[in-house]
């Protein structure tokens, strides 16, 4: 079964994005700063996804060289 208040609690930090399932979320000092909706999701490979991701690391939570 889904864990309701977890699930809960977890869209309560996406603030402005309606509830969506896959959904990944990225967060800085407790900030969402970048979020990957249902269709930014669906019909791609994970190495895409994950590609993605590492660019919104690599802009919001990189240290500056």
Known sequence: GMETDAVERG???????????????LFKDGQLVHMLERQ?????????IAGELRSAFDKYCAPAV
């Open 40 to 48: 930014d999701i669906e019909g791609r490979s994970a190495e895409a």
């Open 11 to 25: 869209r309560s930090y996406f603030v402005g994005y309606p509830p969506s399932s896959p959904q990944i979320g």
